[in-house]
């Protein structure tokens, strides 16, 4: 079959991942070293796609930014107490090239390791950092035009946004219009077409290596973001460059096809080398329908993720109401490298009742390595180690239960709707507390949840959308509480599902004829 309409990924922070894998074989770990068991146990997960955060080429310019910077280094020290310099490899956000890094075993290692995952239906999703490059990039001497330069006036005016570099020019940091340059990088001048053409090459190039790229805060080459930074207006880059990795890739689909595995989820489709690719946009600022309308399969949803971090139920309910076109392309997550631990910001019972409203929503459902066992410390893109976390053996049995109602093919593949919940008794303010959904697909069961998203116990009845239930009873089993009941079908149409729950409580109901 097919590659599911709502999607699964999973997020590893590849150099902590290989950092660790190296203590355990006494000797530097690369990709070619991660165990086919692992792989194995994403696949069995429901998984369809693995994100390697951090494979690219980086310098010691940006290394050495990153263990002298103060404010960097304080944090690097709550997260390690026994750091050490090594552990401070830099970002992988201030890169070099877009080659794998050498110590990660290069571009061959990562193609070994694509074809393991392909030949367990995985997906594999790489970094492409569109605004700046490091500080050493060879374009630095080469196309020092494809960079946005400064005067010694700027420098003066703003040193947090420009730097003088050894030979005297001064270039400008990386940055958004809103904080302080990043300083291990160099800010790219898409203002100058010739700057546009070599990232789009680049794109081009990564597109070969992998399957979909996630594009890091791809908002700011957006015209009006980066003309509100640098004053200067560029021509719309997304749409050119997304067209021109379709191009390029429907071409390489003329030369003769490598059959693929048959683990393959696109090999029933008839696909070769590149069966299609995908495009995930961080971006904020409400510029999510900007991005998917120049073509990018998902955006981050972090307004769902703040919201639920505020805890209050209306604005969640009012941010689901938004048109489905626009929805099925949202990448909803809980946490992931640049947002704090969900088990350190979610209170228990809250953290459950999140990660369901979160991942039973259309679109793409983002896990990051970590959170499934609870880990609690946030590891920076700088460092290649983490710390030692026991697993929270509470939150471990939760998301193992969720990854599993999450294979339920209605929730991987059907159709979705909001539900409405009504007053189960005049003045039952607590209805108002509940969040509430239907997945539907033909010839499966279909599914509906119902959170209680409040720290007091609420009631309603939610309105059941299928017109077919009456004339049957219906056996109602919850695939996160595991309990079972059993309701007459022209109940549940004419008067609702009555729900009853406790502070936070969260279910998800597989509904099956009995």
Same mark, same amino acid.
């Given at each position: 079959?097919?590659?599911?309409?709502?999607?699964?990924?999973?997020?590893?922070?590849?150099?902590?991942?290989?950092?660790?894998?190296?203590? /355990?074989?006494? =000797?530097?770990?690369?990709?070619?070293?991660? !165990? %086919?068991?692992?792989? *194995?146990?994403? &696949?069995?997960? @429901? $998984?369809?796609?693995?994100?390697?955060?951090?494979?690219?080429?980086?310098?010691?310019?940006?290394?050495?930014?990153?263990?002298?910077? /103060?404010?960097? =280094?304080?944090?690097?020290?709550?997260?390690? !107490? %026994?750091?050490?310099? *090594?552990?401070? &490899?830099?970002? @992988? $956000?201030?890169?070099?090239?877009?080659?794998?890094?050498?110590?990660?075993?290069?571009?061959?290692?990562?193609?070994?390791?694509?074809?393991?995952?392909?030949?367990?239906?995985?997906?594999?999703?790489?970094?492409?950092?569109?605004?700046?490059?490091?500080?050493?990039?060879?374009?630095?001497?080469?196309?020092?035009?494809?960079?946005?330069?400064?005067?010694?006036?700027?420098?003066?005016?703003?040193?947090?946004?420009?730097?003088?570099?050894?030979?005297?020019?001064?270039?400008?940091?990386?940055?958004?219009?809103?904080?302080?340059?990043?300083?291990?990088?160099?800010?790219?001048?898409?203002?100058?077409?010739?700057?546009?053409?070599?990232?789009?090459?680049?794109?081009?190039?990564?597109?070969?290596?992998?399957?979909?790229?996630?594009?890091?805060?791809?908002?700011?080459?957006?015209?009006?973001?980066?003309?509100?930074?640098?004053?200067?207006?560029?021509?719309?880059?997304?749409?050119?460059?997304?067209?021109?990795?379709?191009?390029?890739?429907?071409?390489?689909?003329?030369?003769?096809?490598?059959?693929?595995?048959?683990?393959?989820?696109?090999?029933?489709?008839?696909?070769?080398?590149?069966?299609?690719?995908?495009?995930?946009?961080?971006?904020?600022?409400?510029?999510?329908?900007?991005?998917?309308?120049?073509?990018?399969?998902?955006?981050?949803?972090?307004?769902?993720?703040?919201?639920?971090?505020?805890?209050?139920?209306?604005?969640?309910?009012?941010?689901?109401?938004?048109?489905?076109?626009?929805?099925?392309?949202?990448?909803?997550?809980?946490?992931?490298?640049?947002?704090?631990?969900?088990?350190?910001?979610?209170?228990?019972?809250?953290?459950?009742?999140?990660?369901?409203?979160?991942?039973?929503?259309?679109?793409?459902?983002?896990?990051?390595?970590?959170?499934?066992?609870?880990?609690?410390?946030?590891?920076?893109?700088?460092?290649?180690?983490?710390?030692?976390?026991?697993?929270?053996?509470?939150?471990?049995?939760?998301?193992?239960?969720?990854?599993?109602?999450?294979?339920?093919?209605?929730?991987?593949?059907?159709?979705?709707?909001?539900?409405?919940?009504?007053?189960?008794?005049?003045?039952?303010?607590?209805?108002?507390?509940?969040?509430?959904?239907?997945?539907?697909?033909?010839?499966?069961?279909?599914?509906?949840?119902?959170?209680?998203?409040?720290?007091?116990?609420?009631?309603?009845?939610?309105?059941?959308?299928?017109?077919?239930?009456?004339?049957?009873?219906?056996?109602?089993?919850?695939?996160?509480?595991?309990?079972?009941?059993?309701?007459?079908?022209?109940?549940?149409?004419?008067?609702?599902?009555?729900?009853?729950?406790?502070?936070?409580?969260?279910?998800?109901?597989?509904?099956?004829?009995?």
């Amino acid at each position: 079959m097919g590659a599911p309409r709502h999607p699964s990924l999973y997020q590893v922070n590849t150099r902590v991942w290989l950092t660790a894998l190296g203590r /355990s074989l006494g =000797r530097r770990a690369t990709l070619d070293d991660i !165990p %086919d068991a692992e792989l *194995d146990r994403v &696949a069995a997960m @429901g $998984f369809d796609w693995i994100w390697f955060l951090s494979v690219w080429q980086t310098g010691l310019a940006g290394q050495r930014v990153s263990r002298i910077n /103060s404010e960097w =280094r304080h944090e690097f020290e709550q997260t390690l !107490p %026994d750091l050490t310099e *090594d552990d401070i &490899a830099g970002s @992988g $956000f201030a890169i070099t090239g877009y080659d794998v890094h050498e110590q990660l075993g290069g571009d061959a290692a990562l193609a070994r390791l694509r074809e393991r995952l392909r030949a367990r239906g995985l997906r594999l999703l790489l970094d492409f950092v569109p605004n700046h490059m490091a500080l050493d990039h060879p374009w630095v001497q080469s196309h020092p035009e494809y960079f946005v330069q400064g005067t010694d006036d700027d420098l003066a005016r703003a040193p947090q946004n420009y730097t003088r570099l050894p030979d005297g020019r001064v270039f400008a940091y990386g940055r958004d219009p809103y904080f302080a340059g990043w300083p291990d990088t160099l800010q790219l001048n898409y203002a100058n077409p010739a700057t546009q053409e070599a990232m789009i090459a680049a794109l081009v190039k990564i597109a070969t290596q992998c399957d979909g790229v996630r594009c890091d805060m791809a908002m700011l080459v957006l015209p009006d973001v980066f003309e509100r930074t640098w004053g200067m207006r560029p021509e719309p880059f997304w749409p050119r460059a997304i067209a021109r990795v379709h191009e390029e890739l429907r071409r390489a689909e003329a030369l003769p096809h490598v059959p693929l595995p048959s683990g393959d989820p696109h090999r029933d489709r008839g696909a070769g080398l590149q069966p299609c690719f995908l495009f995930m946009a961080e971006v904020y600022w409400d510029l999510e329908w900007t991005l998917q309308q120049q073509g990018f399969d998902y955006t981050y949803d972090k307004r769902l993720y703040d919201r639920l971090r505020e805890g209050h139920v209306q604005p969640i309910r009012e941010h689901l109401h938004a048109d489905l076109d626009y929805q099925n392309k949202m990448a909803r997550f809980l946490e992931n490298h640049d947002e704090p631990r969900a088990a350190a910001t979610f209170p228990p019972g809250t953290h459950e009742a999140a990660a369901v409203i979160t991942f039973f929503s259309p679109g793409l459902r983002f896990f990051h390595q970590g959170q499934l066992d609870g880990a609690r410390t946030r590891i920076s893109p700088h460092l290649v180690r983490g710390p030692i976390e026991p697993v929270d053996q509470r939150l471990r049995q939760f998301y193992d239960t969720l990854l599993a109602a999450l294979k339920q093919p209605a929730v991987r593949d059907g159709d979705w709707q909001r539900l409405e919940c009504r007053p189960a008794w005049d003045r039952n303010w607590t209805s108002e507390c509940f969040i509430a959904y239907a997945w539907h697909v033909p010839d499966a069961p279909r599914v509906v949840v119902v959170v209680n998203y409040a720290s007091n116990r609420s009631q309603c009845y939610v309105e059941v959308p299928f017109g077919d239930l009456a004339g049957a009873e219906w056996r109602l089993a919850d695939q996160i509480e595991g309990h079972v009941y059993d309701r007459n079908g022209g109940d549940l149409q004419t008067r609702g599902l009555y729900v009853d729950a406790s502070p936070w409580q969260a279910s998800v109901f597989v509904l099956t004829r009995k």
